[in-house]
């Protein structure tokens, strides 16, 4: 598995083809939902936007009208950093990030992790390790196995290049 690691003033990680396969696919489907497929509807787009003022619809709606555009924006810019780092073609290799680049990465990781905490219905305390075992049991060729596999992994490269970034 890849870890970032810093190297003078970049974050540095080698991924494997499948590691940047998943997260092209990742950081594509970040972009798709928050173009295509945007719908305040979908649970994944409230986690996303939240509401501001819970208890008044009205001072919500009024922010959001002001800031969800360049919300939308930011977070399809901070996939495209992913995707734009990512080594070309359908192949892996070495992906070197500037400070800035490094902090789009974290708050696209954070972004995806969250949307698929969303469809994967993980809590705040729900113990992944005993959801992949049970996923695991029931079917160990399931959606669901690859896409707990999938979140477990985006989590340890936030936290990789977290640690790279504050060494």
């Known amino acids: 598995m890849s870890m970032f690691r810093r190297q003078g003033d970049r974050y540095v990680a080698i991924f494997a083809v499948d590691e940047a396969r998943v997260l092209r696919k990742v950081a594509s489907e970040v972009v ?4 295509d497929g945007f719908d305040h509807g979908d649970p994944v787009v409230g986690r996303l936007f939240p509401e501001v003022y819970p208890d008044d619809a009205a001072g919500s709606a009024e922010f959001r009208r002001y800031t969800e555009g360049d919300l939308k924006t930011a977070k399809i810019d901070q996939a495209g950093a992913i995707l734009a780092a990512l080594p070309d073609g359908e192949g892996g290799g070495e992906v070197r990030l500037d400070a800035e680049a490094a902090e789009a990465w ?15 219905e993980i809590k705040d305390g729900t113990d992944l390790g005993e959801e992949l075992d049970d996923a ?23 936290e990789s290049l977290l640690n790279a970034l504050i060494e």
């Open 136 to 158: 695991v049991a029931e079917d160990p060729t399931s959606s669901r196995v690859f896409q707990l596999s999938v979140y477990a992994y985006l989590g340890y490269l936030q």
């Open 106 to 120: 974290l708050r696209a990781l954070n972004d995806a992790r969250l949307a698929m905490g969303v469809r994967l």
């Open 32 to 35: 798709g939902l928050l173009t």
